[in-house]
Nanobody, 124 residues
């Protein structure tokens, strides 16, 4: 049974930083692309960033490019999201997601497994 467990959310002032973590179990982690998505109140879930199964490739949504950094540790089955210079519009529930990957790619859709989400609130 695949489990993705996010942690690290919270309340932060605009301009601040947070680091989210996602611990994966029940899958061969190095065979999966990993991604973060977010969903703000009243809005659809949106792609934030993906990292390839090797960690060698990343793909960021334009809205977070230069502020967020994704990383993964295949030895520890974890993926992290460092979020800097946070803005009120970053407020959302953030979800970790996994997708089996045959090639070392960074897909923006088609994720099979999802975590329960962690709330990030940025105050102005």
């Amino acid at each position: 049974q695949v489990q993705l467990v996010e942690s690290g959310g919270g309340l932060v002032q605009a301009g601040g930083s947070l680091r989210l973590s996602c611990a994966a179990s029940g899958l061969t982690f190095s065979g999966y692309a990993m991604a973060w998505f977010r969903q703000a109140p009243g809005k659809e879930r949106e792609f934030v960033v993906a990292v390839s199964r090797s960690g060698g490739w990343t793909d960021y949504a334009e809205s977070v490019k230069g502020r967020f950094t994704i990383s993964r540790d295949n030895a520890k089955n974890t993926v992290a999201l460092q979020m800097n210079t946070l803005k009120p519009e970053d407020t959302a529930v953030y979800y970790c997601a996994a997708r089996r990957a045959i090639v070392d790619s960074t897909p923006r859709a088609g994720y099979e497994h999802w975590g329960q989400g962690t709330q990030v609130t940025v105050s102005s």
